[in-house]
């Protein structure tokens, strides 16, 4: 008599950057009860009181601007649960306000975040995901990757950066099995708009007052209308889990409506209508 065989199944795992809110701190719940181990990665993990909880998700202090802390934290990850499938780079924060206000710290702060961090993190992690050819990098960009507005000139800067990033790497990586993802969300009500933006701001120029006034008090608007970011979370675990090399995910408060009229329409008419919008009272 033979005895029964014993199918060890392991646990898939995602590694996550920017988990303490929003986007992140959803998408790590949402696989962790979907029985996923989670590396939620943040600043300041101390602070952390929500993931805790959870029995597959650990917390590790990653800052993408410091490269060790992205060392350490992924030989942790590693450490803890023997593989990582799943890289998501969902670290960022927007800078908002005329670009004319800028200061040149602000300037390379949002570059240095959004783009260099990120790409830091591929950095490290796609020599493992080639040896093992198998792996998946999920950048989170935004419907602002494809398409503009007004006060937002440094953040659609990085934005098409990430796009444009990711999409070349989508080919290097493929002769590697390697699927690189990007999800761009239109708005989402999270904290982005609270605590995310760096409002850009010098003394005496008051030429864009006006104008900012009004368009910001529209962007509040649509946030408060947005849905929030499971829809964001459940877009990740179809991406994650995709057995194809689909590259492009539009996901929330009319996303794919929005690329398809931008795809469609001539420049002069899409930002007519980007302008009719947000410049109302």
């Keep these: 008599m033979f005895s029964p065989v014993k199918l060890l199944i392991v646990s898939k795992t995602i590694f996550i950057t920017g988990a303490s809110s929003g986007i992140g701190k959803t998408t790590a719940i949402y696989f962790a009860e979907r029985g996923w181990n989670v590396a939620a990665t943040m600043r300041h993990p101390k602070n952390e009181k929500e993931l805790i909880k959870y029995k597959t998700i650990k917390c590790y202090t990653l800052d993408v601007l410091e490269d060790k802390t992205i060392e350490t934290a992924f030989d942790a990850a590693i450490r803890d649960f023997g593989q990582i499938d799943v890289l998501l780079n969902n670290a960022g924060y927007a800078a908002l306000g005329p670009f004319e206000a800028a200061d040149k710290s602000q300037i390379e702060k949002q570059f240095d975040t959004n783009v260099i961090g990120l790409m830091s993190v591929c950095h490290a992690f796609i020599p493992y995901f080639r040896k093992r050819k198998l792996g998946t990098i999920i950048n989170v960009a935004s ?18 950066a990430v796009e444009g990033f990711s999409e070349s790497l989508s080919f290097e990586l493929k002769p590697f099995n390697i699927k690189v993802k990007i ?70 408060s009319g996303a794919p409506f929005i690329l398809f009229l931008k795809r469609i329409l001539p420049d002069a008419w899409f930002m007519g209508l980007v302008r009719r919008v947000l410049d109302r009272n």
């Excluded at 419907?143 to 098409?160: A, E, N």
């Excluded at 179809?238 to 995910?249: D, I, M, V």
């Design 183 to 252: 999800i761009e969300p239109g708005a989402i009500k999270t904290d982005f708009y609270d605590r995310s933006p760096d409002i850009l701001k010098k003394e005496k120029l008051k030429a864009y007052d006006t104008y900012v006034d009004k368009t910001a008090a529209n962007y509040l608007k649509a946030a408060a209308s947005a849905p929030g970011p499971i829809i964001v979370a459940k877009t990740i675990w179809k991406a994650a889990n995709s057995k194809n090399f689909k590259l492009r995910y539009a996901v929330g």
């Design 143 to 160: 419907v602002g990757g494809r398409i503009t507005f007004p006060l937002y000139s440094l953040y659609h800067g990085t934005k098409w």
